[in-house]
Structure formats: C-alpha cells, structure tokens
C-alpha cells in the first residue's frame, strides 16, 4: 500500500470540496477499497473518511417510498422492519451477500461502488488489464473466463458486477441520490453503472467530485411476489455465478407488471426486459415461464470458458419466477 493523505470529513460540503482535488477516494466501510489499495490497483493520494457524516438514516418518505443514507450498514438495511416488510426483494439480497462480518461493515454507497469482478484485474501480475491500463489489452477474453460475462461486453473487458444489492435496487426502480459542489442529482440506478464501452475504467456514471448521499426507492408494486436467487460455487461468502431478482404483480390471473434482473452476468446489473415483455399480460403458468426463462438469455455471447452461464441463467429466472408467483 501506498502513502496517502488522510482527512475526516465533519459535513457533506466537506467531503464533497475535498473530492474536487485528482486522486482521492473516500473511505465508509473499506471493505472493497482497503483490498484495492493493499494490492495496489487503488492508489489515492488522499482518502477523505466519511463515516461521521449524518448519512445512516432510513426514512419513509412521503409518497410511501424509502430513503436510504448511504452510511447505512448492509445488515442493518437487511434487517430494517420496514426493509422486511416493504422491500423483502432488498432484504433477501443483502443477506445472500458476503458474509455477516463483511454485512456489518460495508455501506450502501460503498456497494453502489464495488469494482467489477475479474481475476486478471485483481492481479498485478497481469500487464494486459484495460481496467487499471487502459490500452494494455483484456488478458480475460484469452484466458480462464469462467466467471465473465455473456452480456454486453466489448473487446476491451468482459468483467462483471459484483454487487446483490444492485440487482435488487434494479429491480425495485432505485435512484441514486449524489452531491457534489455543484449541486445535486438523483441518477435512475438503471443509468448509474456502465456497460464497459471503450472505458471499461468507468464503472459508473458517478462523476469524480461526486459523493453518494443516499438511495431512493419508489413505494414497492409487488408486494410478496418477489425472489432473490442466487447460485454460486459455495453455499456462503461466494459471489454469484448467475443472480436473479424477481418481482411479479398478478392481477385476475394475469401478470400485469413484472422486473427480471440479473446478476453476475455483465458490468452492471443487468435488467431482461424481453422476459419482462413474454410475462406481461399472460396468465403465470409453466408456458409463460418457459417463454420468459428463454427470452431472458437472447442476445447473450458467451466467452471460452463460461458458455454455461446461458443455461444456468435461463434456468435461474424460471426458478426465481416460479418462486415468486408460487408456481408448482
């Protein structure tokens, strides 16, 4: 780990000036960050600690929706009564998350903000990452790509998002609450990560002097018709091999709404909108769910070593779905 300048913010207004300046992170939990920087990929020469900035609330709001500091631990939001009995998508994916020690200490914001998930970028070893180098080259495409992505990728990165949570807030239709020194911003978390482009360095589309405040969720349409499913390579502590968030609204036998996410799939959380269309206006049955299961993994482009990701995707959403809607 490098040397680095460090300063505990005591306001917002604080924090955010000091992220004017080039090369500064903040620090909240640390849980991905203190990794990045022991191995070097992260090198700040400022870290600024947020932690006592008054961003650990959870708050109803008006309309019947949530607010969310970004401060707030993820166990804490996980086992929030109102998160339990309002927002069970969001809770389930929390806890399918890490482990409880990690979910006492990492944040909402700091899991907005966790880097893409690849062997070959957590390894200095490798010269050729596009995400620490950009223009060195994608040593993933040519090498061991089990855990890669099948959607959206580009020649230069094939990583994929790490994050639970996200593929949940996706689903739930969260927005982003972001502040810098110019003012502030709700960024539809359907817009805040990136596909990895010609700038795989980019995650997000938070801008450098910009500080996550807080999420914000819409009042939940789904009611108890929601699946979090998770397959990994272990039963605990494990980031997914394929995620799925599920959230069904049935009127008269018919779907009248529906969200299918996915994690673990691509650089962002990634929504399958032609599953959502097969489900929308049909009844909930074996038919419908096999359409969905199949359309949710049109378009995907598997690499070498991952071409069972397609299967295991289209399998999980039917899973999930008939989890959901309670279908036998």
Request: hydrophobic residues 40%; charged residues 25%.
């Amino acid at each position: 780990m490098q040397a680095f300048d460090y300063v505990r913010a005591r306001s917002i207004d604080e924090a955010v000036l000091n992220l004017r300046e080039p090369s500064t992170r903040c620090l909240a939990g640390g849980t991905n960050l203190l990794d990045l920087m022991k191995g070097d990929i992260e090198t700040p020469v400022r870290i600024v600690d947020i932690n006592r900035l008054p961003l650990n609330e959870i708050v109803p709001t008006a309309d019947g929706g949530l607010r969310i500091g970004a401060l707030v631990r993820n166990s804490d939001l996980a086992n929030h009564r109102y998160v339990r009995e309002r927002y069970p998508l969001l809770s389930r994916a929390l806890l399918a998350g890490a482990s409880p020690q990690l979910r006492n200490m990492a944040t909402v914001g700091g899991n907005l903000l966790q880097r893409t998930r690849c062997y070959y970028f957590y390894d200095t070893a490798y010269a050729a990452c596009n995400k620490r180098r950009p223009g060195s080259g994608c040593a993933a495409r040519e090498g061991y790509n089990r855990i890669h992505a099948i959607f959206g990728a580009s020649p230069q990165c094939v990583a994929t998002n790490p994050s639970d949570m996200s593929v949940a807030l996706l689903a739930l239709d969260a927005f982003v609450d972001v502040r810098s020194a110019r003012g502030s911003r709700r960024i539809p978390l359907t817009d805040f990560h990136r596909l990895p482009g010609s700038t795989p360095e980019r995650d997000t589309n938070l801008d450098r002097d910009e500080l996550i405040v807080g999420v914000i969720l819409p009042p939940s349409r789904f009611g108890g018709r929601v699946d979090y499913l998770k397959v990994r390579d272990r039963a605990s502590y494990a980031f997914a091999l394929v995620s799925v968030a599920t959230g069904l609204r049935v009127v008269d036998g018919r779907v009248a709404d529906a969200r299918v996410t996915l994690g673990g799939v691509a650089h962002k959380p990634w929504r399958a909108e032609a599953a959502e269309r097969a489900l929308i206006g049909r009844p909930l049955n074996n038919e419908t769910i096999a359409a969905a299961s199949d359309a949710a993994v049109v378009g995907a482009i598997p690499l070498r070593d991952n071409a069972f990701k397609v299967d295991l995707a289209r399998r999980t959403v039917a899973r999930s779905l008939r989890n959901a809607g309670a279908v036998a």
